[in-house]
């Protein structure tokens, strides 16, 4: 049997992440909705929601999935579980810059 290399996994999971930012960003527009009116409305630092399409972090996800209403288990389920418990840690995958930093890591 073929065996995926570990580089076609990463593809995957990020074209799975890429997919995921992209309905968001979608049902972000369907609602008119920006991520800067999420972060004045929720009281977050400017750029936390935009961050948060992107990268885990926990207010933010929270700031648009209630912005949304829905669950944030809901809109990234790469981050939970099934149960809709949150993934502690996060795995490298679930951020942008995690392959670049391991590329350079292997580079060197």
Sequence with gaps: MHRASTSDKASRAERRRLEEVARIRGRLTIAK?????????YDL???TAGNAVHEPHLAGERAIAAAL???????W???YRPDGQRITPQPAENYRYARRATEAQEAA
Excluded: F, M, Q, S
């Excluded at 909705?33 to 409305?41: F, N, Q, R, S, V």
């Excluded at 209403?69 to 809109?75: F, G, H, I, S, V």
């Design 77 to 79: 389920r790469t981050r």
């Design 69 to 75: 209403k829905t669950r944030p288990e809901y809109l």
């Design 33 to 41: 909705l920006t991520l800067t009116e999420i972060d004045k409305a």
């Design 45 to 47: 630092p400017t750029g």
